[in-house]
Structures are given as C-alpha cells and as structure tokens.
C-alpha cells in the first residue's frame, strides 16, 4: 500500500506534467477517493467535500481526470463514477449492480488473480494477443435489489 505522503508526491508530479496545481481543493477530493471503497458520483464528492466550491468541483475532476490521477467508471445508471486509477490505487474489480447501478470495489485473492491471468492470457494468445492486464467487472443484483 502507498503511504499518503508518496501517493501525494506522485499526484504533484501528474498535475504538473499538464501544468495543473494539486491545489487544497484537488488534494481534498484525492482525499475523499482515496478513502471510499467504491467509486464516488460528483454529488458524492460535493457532499464530502463540504469546502470544495461545487462551481470548480467539476472542473477539478476533469482537470484530475486529464492528469491521469482519477478515471471515470461506468455502470448500469447514467452516474459517471469517479476514482484513483489504478496504479495509484492498487488492482482490484467492481461489482455492479444491474438494478440499482451502484459499484462496489472488490479485492480478487493472489492466488484467484494469479489463476485468472493464466486463463485470460491463454484465451487471449488464442487470438494472437499479448495479454498485459485485465479489468473484469461482475454484473449482478446488489444484497437491496434482489
Ligand atoms: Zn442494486
Ligand atoms: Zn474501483
Ligand atoms: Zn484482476
């Protein structure tokens, strides 16, 4: 796991790539993605961010978004989602619900995840394709909606 201090460093470095401040507002909604187990709608963030101008809220996402340090997930709803990309966040999948539309972050075991590069990767050269990573979603009705 990143400690916070490396993680920020590193979102400094991606804001100023595209000559962009990781600015107390940006760090405050890094803070909240971080944080949450799932990603988070922008009426989420607006709602934990309580000093964030919700005026300039969609405008850091896109700008956070551009840099590379936050990407949109979609779901079953017409919500854009919002969390860390993965290389700061760590690997991991999401279970939507085809009901409700909500995402939940899910954690596969080494061992399952190890099982299933071995199985894509077979699939994949089948078709030719160097396989590098995966991103797999599980569709299905939340513990609510059933
Ligand atoms: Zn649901
Ligand atoms: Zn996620
Ligand atoms: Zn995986």
């Known amino acids: 796991m990143v400690t916070k201090a490396s993680l920020y460093t590193d979102i400094a470095l991606r804001m100023n790539a595209v000559n962009q401040r990781f600015t107390a507002s940006r760090r405050q909604i890094v803070e909240v993605l971080a944080a949450a187990d799932r990603p988070l709608s922008i009426p989420e963030i607006l709602q934990a961010t309580p000093d964030v101008a919700q005026s300039s809220a969609y405008r850091n996402i896109a700008v956070l978004e551009k840099a590379g340090v936050v990407t949109r997930v979609m779901s079953s709803d017409d919500w854009a989602r919002f969390e860390l990309v993965e290389d700061l966040m760590g690997h991991h999948h999401h279970l939507m619900c085809a009901g409700c539309g909500?995402?939940?972050?899910?954690?596969?075991?080494?061992?399952?995840?190890?099982?299933?590069?071995?199985?894509?990767?077979?699939?994949?050269?089948?078709?030719?394709?160097?396989?590098?990573?995966?991103?797999?979603?599980?569709?299905?009705?939340?513990?609510?909606?059933?």
């Open 102 to 146: 909500v995402v939940q972050d899910i954690v596969v075991p080494d061992a399952i995840e190890h099982e299933l590069d071995k199985t894509l990767a077979t699939v994949a050269q089948r078709a030719g394709f160097e396989l590098q990573h995966h991103r797999l979603d599980l569709i299905g009705m939340c513990a609510s909606c059933q």
